[in-house]
């Protein structure tokens, strides 16, 4: 399926905003993929794809996760709405053709990060954060950090903004994004070190 294909399929799936956003994340994941120096067809495809599991309700993205015999630990049970982005990492193969796994693996952490983070996960991630659709106190800062900061130094105040926010509503943080976050910090350390 190409490019012009899938956006249709996912026209038609997602409601109109929803969509929106996912041509945002779309585009600005390959002004930050040029930007970067990485393939920004993989970034467009998997910045447009990221929420394509976003059809389903909470209730839904359960079911699908365990039909797919996804593992998933106690904060996203609590929050089942973390699981578009796991059950979406499988839609994209099933309904999209994707079988690149650097994009499937980007869609996995677009929400909370994680280990390792590739350059792809971390373009993805933020561009989630920094769409033009976007509408929150922080986002031009982080708008202009996309425009000047390494990769690392953007992504790390993504993962500080998404701690906050979280923390400020008293919800729960999810220990991926508190290793993703642990990671960048230690690998500074050892630079400094």
Do not use: W
């Amino acid at each position: 399926m190409d490019y012009k294909q899938m956006r249709e399929q996912l026209k038609s799936r997602l409601k109109p905003s929803r969509f929106l956003h996912s041509e945002g994340v779309a585009e600005t994941a390959a002004f930050l993929g040029e930007r970067f120096h990485l393939d920004i067809e993989q970034c467009r495809v998997a910045g447009l794809l990221h929420d394509c599991a976003r059809q389903y309700s909470d209730k839904q993205l359960q079911a699908e996760a365990d039909r797919r015999g996804i593992s998933y630990g106690e904060v996203d049970k609590a929050k089942p709405l973390l699981l578009h982005a796991y059950v979406g990492a499988s839609l994209v193969m099933e309904d999209y053709g994707v079988t690149d796994q650097a994009i499937c693996q980007a869609i996995f952490r677009h929400t909370v990060g994680g280990a390792g983070m590739t350059e792809l996960d971390k373009v993805i991630y933020f561009a989630d954060m920094i769409e033009p659709n976007r509408d929150y106190p922080q986002v031009e800062e982080l708008r202009r950090l996309s425009r000047l900061a390494s990769l690392d130094e953007m992504f790390f105040a993504g993962l500080v903004q998404s701690l906050n926010f979280v923390i400020k509503k008293g919800s729960l943080v999810h220990p991926d994004t508190v290793t993703a976050y642990n990671e960048i910090l230690l690998k500074r350390a050892e630079l400094n070190g």
